[in-house]
């Protein structure tokens, strides 16, 4: 099973629309990550936790919220989606400086 | 602020042809260089890393040497093969004292393509 799993992989939503993405992971590790991916631009930052009582706004947070329900489990909301957040995103997870992604979840809001 | 700069792409190779993707940062303190690679569909995976000026990472053929005098951690292979066509990222992760988050700043990405 993959230490880093991501729900939903493919999510086609409309503008105005709350969305959740959810990240669980089985490594164990205190800090987890939410990025995107826009082509030619390289990953973003958008949040990251420290642990379940840490929450931090990265370098492009504006339009996004997250939750860290447990250790495991890092969930990134979309309170209401615009077409420019049109991306991939993907979580990760972190012991020290070495970082383990997930497969990525494909958003696409018209 | 940190930065990575990374060669443009997309770099298109024959099989069997030697590979250099040239990676240069900016950063305050001591950080720790990577490379990753996404093939296609799938989320970023750890190829190599140094740690410190000097040190080598290497992994599938792949290496990179981190140069504190140039600022560079450039990623070459002698042969490359048809299964090395991804994308390769290059990153820092500066752990300053007190915050040591473990940030990762990365560059661009680079796509390769290797044709038999």
């Known amino acids: 099973d993959a230490d880093v799993t991501q729900t939903p992989r493919n999510r086609i939503t409309k503008t105005g629309k709350r969305i959740m993405l959810e990240c669980s992971q089985t490594?164990?590790?205190?800090?987890m990550y939410w990025y995107r991916q826009d082509p030619g631009l390289g990953l973003q930052l958008i949040y990251y936790?420290?642990?379940?009582?840490?929450?931090n706004k990265g370098e492009i947070s504006d339009g996004y919220s997250v939750s860290r329900q447990a250790q495991a489990k890092f969930s990134l909301s979309l309170e209401s989606a615009i077409p420019n957040q049109t991306a991939l995103y993907f979580c990760?997870?972190?012991?020290?400086?070495?970082?383990?992604f997930g497969p990525g979840t494909r958003l696409t809001v018209l | 602020g940190n930065s990575v700069t990374q060669m443009e792409g997309p770099v298109t190779l024959s099989e069997e042809a030697f590979l250099t993707i040239n990676c240069t940062y900016t950063?305050?303190?001591?950080?720790?260089l990577f490379w990753y690679v996404q093939y296609p569909g799938e989320g970023l995976q750890l190829l190599l890393k140094?740690?410190?000026?000097?040190d080598k990472g290497s992994n599938k053929g792949f290496e990179a040497t981190y140069r504190k005098e140039t600022t560079s951690f450039h990623l070459e292979k002698g042969s490359v093969q048809v299964s090395d066509s991804a994308v390769y990222f290059c990153?820092?992760?500066?752990?300053?004292?007190?915050?040591?988050?473990?940030?990762?700043?990365f560059g661009q990405g680079t796509i390769l393509t290797v044709h038999p």
């Open positions: 490594k164990g590790h205190d800090r």
């Open positions: 140094a740690t410190k000026a000097d």
């Open positions: 990153a820092l992760s500066s752990l300053a004292g007190g915050t040591s988050y473990g940030k990762l700043t």
């Open positions: 990760a997870t972190s012991d020290l400086d070495e970082q383990f």
């Open positions: 950063a305050t303190g001591y950080p720790s």
């Open positions: 936790s420290f642990d379940v009582k840490d929450i």
